[in-house]
């Protein structure tokens, strides 16, 4: 375990966040994924505001946490991350912070099933046809952004992004310092500021960190169990880290990617896979339904030869290219999707 100096860094950020939360009344949004980044943010931001409160401080304005349910989550990872933004509900309105979290979904008519079997969409397939991301994630979480916005006048969004290396912190910060060096202008969302406290936190100890004292989060949740969904092909760095710990039996495995279980952008979903071989038999149903999605993407006899609009298009070897999903193959993938 660290010494108390290497965890000197998260001290540095917990004041630091205390600091920049009391500059100025532009609420703060989070996004919170569940992963290991995002989680150190909440509670580091979390332990923040606890501090601030049991100071005396007046909690003078809103920090949104939020997540982004696609819908075609993997439902062990669905359900991590909705227990977790309950917790944190509750974990907050206990303590009396102004802390909320919030799930956000794809509109009704972008969802994946919409876009398929509504539209005739083909799945997402590399290196350039990706027209998931937009609608599932960027566009709800946009809007999100957008109505606070308009609420406010100007909000902060916090990242949890980390640099490769970690950096001696600035001990001593300043009202006109916190302007343009700690917050600084959204390139492409205006009125929105950008803050990202944990840049400095090299990998090492965010598991150190996360699974200190009894492995639980500010909220209550275990940390232990996000540990285990980690596990699988990037565990080397984390185990040298943290040596063997109980994982209590949990039936499950993973790796850092949580995708959606019906991606096609890969010939094999490893992070499904993985989740099935620790015992997660729950998901092979998913796994096989995802891989005949893969398999009618690309059988002429399942796609239009024009596009929606009516036009053919070579490909870059010379041949013509697929158009949308038949009404046949929507409708052999709207009875598969109900079995």
Not at 115 to 139: H, N, S, V
Not at 142 to 162: A, F, M, P, T
Not at 238 to 250: F, P, R, T, Y
Request: hydrophobic share 35%.
């Amino acid at each position: 375990m660290p010494n108390q100096e290497e965890f000197q860094v998260f001290e540095d950020i917990i004041r630091e966040i205390m600091i920049v939360y009391k500059h100025d009344d532009r609420p703060w949004l989070i996004g919170y994924s569940g992963g290991k980044d995002s989680t150190l943010l909440v509670s580091l931001v979390y332990e923040a505001m606890k501090r601030l409160k049991n100071a005396g401080s007046i909690m003078h304005k809103k920090i949104y946490v939020i997540t982004s349910d696609t819908m075609v989550e993997n439902p062990i990872v669905k359900r991590y991350m909705h227990s977790s933004s309950e917790s944190i509900n509750k974990a907050a309105q206990r303590d009396r912070l102004q802390i909320e979290a919030t799930i956000i979904y794809p509109e009704p008519d972008q969802t994946f099933w919409s876009r398929i079997i509504g539209l005739g969409y083909p799945t997402p397939e590399p290196p350039g046809f990706r027209w998931c991301t937009d609608r599932l994630k960027i566009a709800p979480m946009n809007k999100y952004v957008n109505d606070r916005i308009q609420e406010s006048g100007e909000i902060v969004i916090l990242l949890g992004v980390r640099k490769g290396e970690s950096l001696t912190r600035q001990k001593t910060i300043t009202a006109r310092e916190i302007e343009g060096k700690l917050l600084n202008m959204h390139n492409d969302i205006p009125h929105a500021y950008v803050y990202n406290p944990i840049t400095e936190v090299p990998n090492a100890l965010v598991w150190e960190y996360l699974l200190r004292d009894d492995c639980r989060s500010p909220w209550g949740t275990d940390m232990k169990y996000l540990f285990n969904l980690y596990q699988g092909e990037n565990m080397g760095e984390e185990q040298s880290v943290l040596g063997q710990i109980d994982k209590e039996k949990i039936p499950v495995t993973g790796n850092s990617r949580f995708g959606c279980w019906c991606c096609t952008m890969v010939t094999e979903d490893k992070s499904l896979q993985r989740f099935i071989d620790g015992g997660a038999t729950e998901l092979i149903p998913l796994r096989n339904f995802r891989n005949e999605l893969l398999k009618m993407r690309s059988d002429p006899q399942f796609r239009d030869t024009k596009r929606r609009n009516g036009s053919v298009y070579k490909k870059a070897d010379g041949t013509f290219g697929l158009g949308p999903f038949t009404l046949r193959a929507r409708r052999i993938i709207l009875e598969k999707s109900n079995t």
